[in-house]
């Protein structure tokens, strides 16, 4: 049974074009037309990106709380030294000059320390400036961080008094800045070190996916090649288990298709090679049957030709013009029986070289007065390939002949035919293949756009490809029309083998 074998071409899944949303078409260019590899490295880096603002909201939700008890825990030991302070300074009895002399104290944080006289005149302060280091580190705390990590602002006064009268004022204000620089600093360091380990892990992730996803290009590769009819090629096994048997599903695949194609192609020669059996029987037929018929009729038109001239002036010359008709008529019924059976199947095939049977061909164009001139080229040739190619070979050749100069105008035709061994298949396999290359040139006026093809290229292309071969007609650049035509040598062998077997085998 003939397998049905077309081009593999990709379906159309989902909507059309015309009834595709907004959306499809954002999610097709954003995401669906990206590669596997692209959506992994993008789903990580989303899947960071939202780890990465989880941590952020938590890191500040908790630099938060702990400013705002930092600062109270200052708060309270400051205004206890102060307290005390003050407490020291009464029992001492010194005057208000001496309340300058208050604060005695290091390392103050998140708080600040004024001392006002009952006037509100500020007598010192602790701090009393801020270190070079300290305000740097503050002033590269962007404003909109220190904004996410504002506390509110604790004030605290404590006055001083000395029996029933008060010497001044002590103002204790909790300050977030350094707690907040020191939470930055800590932030900063940490966002540097994932950004590391997350650019490390992205690149480790790129090349793991490459190479664990490499057998899927493989696999892409491999269907395009599928797609154009090359069934010869088999994927290497990857190492990824999931991937073998997709791969090795790939390959049983390749092989039926190319098992379905062999078959098809046997099918077809086989078909070709019954309907050249066919032309060569009814070609000996016409040769064997109608030739001494025809050579019998001359025969009884000379005997009749000479009995007319034996019969009376009138009657022998009424006798003699229907004798010439009918030897015209006999003429023509001859040149008609020659023509068939050189287009049946050229009596040269298979008793001459193949060279020397295309060298006849173009030498009966010139002597029928063909228009124009040829030129013949021949490679490598064996002195028959098979019934087959030769005599597609030949056909290809007189009808290529035939369209330059029927339809061409052409006055220059350069024929060329040789074997030649081309590589065949898809990439993975590189496959050569023996094969006859039949190419005819002109110098006509070549083929209009549009030009539907006639009824003998279309049969000589049908043939061509019922055999395997390849068939291009165009029209160079430098004018004119290029034929070019492929047939396969080795399967043709392989066909004639098995043929040979079978006929051996009684089939």
């Not at 407490?87 to 005057?95: E, I, K, T």
């Not at 797609?227 to 695949?253: S, Y």
């Not at 013009?321 to 020659?338: F, P, Q, Y």
Request: charged share 25%; with cysteine.
């Amino acid at each position: 049974m003939k397998h049905e074998i077309g081009t593999l071409a990709p379906a159309g899944l989902g909507l059309s074009p015309a009834h595709e949303t907004m959306s499809s078409r954002v999610a097709r260019r954003l995401w669906n037309g990206r590669s596997i590899r692209w959506q992994l490295l993008a789903t990580f880096l989303l899947i960071n990106l939202a780890a990465g603002i989880a941590a952020a909201v938590t890191v500040i939700y908790n630099a938060q709380r702990a400013t705002e008890i930092e600062i109270a825990a200052s708060m309270e030991v400051a205004e206890r030294f102060v307290r005390g302070s003050i407490g020291h300074l009464v029992q001492a009895g010194d005057r208000p000059p001496a309340i300058e002399n208050l604060l005695q104290i290091s390392n103050l944080r998140h708080v600040r320390i004024q001392v006002f006289d009952n006037d509100g005149d500020l007598l010192s302060s602790l701090p009393a400036a801020t270190s070079t280091d300290e305000s740097e580190e503050e002033s590269e705390v962007p404003h909109w961080f220190s904004a996410l990590i504002k506390v509110e602002d604790l004030r605290r006064e404590v006055p001083i008094v000395s029996g029933n009268q008060r010497l001044g004022t002590v103002l204790l204000v909790g300050e977030a800045s350094d707690e907040v620089a020191e939470v930055w600093q800590d932030v900063t360091d940490l966002a540097i070190v994932a950004i590391i380990l997350n650019l490390t892990v992205i690149g480790a992730l790129y090349l793991a996916l490459g190479r664990v996803l490499h057998p899927l290009t493989d696999v892409s590769r491999g269907l395009c090649d599928l797609e154009e009819g090359h069934f010869r090629g088999h994927l290497a096994r990857p190492k990824v288990r999931e991937l073998q048997q997709i791969v090795d599903r790939f390959n049983a695949l390749a092989d039926h298709l190319a098992a379905a194609k062999a078959d098809n192609a046997r099918i077809n020669r086989r078909l070709v090679t019954i309907q050249d059996d066919e032309r060569r029987q009814v070609a000996m037929e016409l040769h064997d049957e109608l030739g001494p018929c025809v050579f019998g009729i001359r025969s009884k038109i000379t005997s009749l030709k000479r009995l007319a001239g034996s019969l009376p002036g009138e009657a022998a010359e009424k006798i003699r013009k229907r004798v010439d008709e009918l030897g015209e008529i006999t003429e023509k019924i001859r040149a008609m029986n020659r023509d068939l059976l050189r287009r049946l199947r050229p009596m040269a095939l298979g008793n001459a070289p193949l060279a020397d049977v295309i060298a006849g061909l173009l030498a009966d164009f010139e002597r029928h007065g063909a228009p124009c001139s040829f030129s013949l080229e021949t490679g490598r040739l064996a002195r028959s390939y098979g019934d087959c190619i030769d005599l597609t070979a030949y056909r290809c050749i007189q009808e290529g002949i035939t369209n330059a100069i029927q339809h061409g105008q052409a006055d220059y035709v350069e024929v060329r035919l040789l074997e030649e061994t081309r590589p065949v298949g898809n990439g993975f396999v590189p496959i050569a293949s023996a094969q006859l290359l039949c190419m005819i040139r002109d110098n006509g006026r070549g083929i209009a756009p549009g030009t539907p093809a006639g009824f003998g290229l279309t049969g000589i292309e049908e043939r061509v490809r019922a055999i395997g071969g390849s068939f291009s007609i165009t029209n160079p650049l430098e004018g004119g029309t290029l034929l070019d035509i492929s047939l396969p040598l080795e399967e043709q062998r392989q066909f004639a083998t098995g043929s040979n077997q079978q006929a051996r085998g009684g089939i």
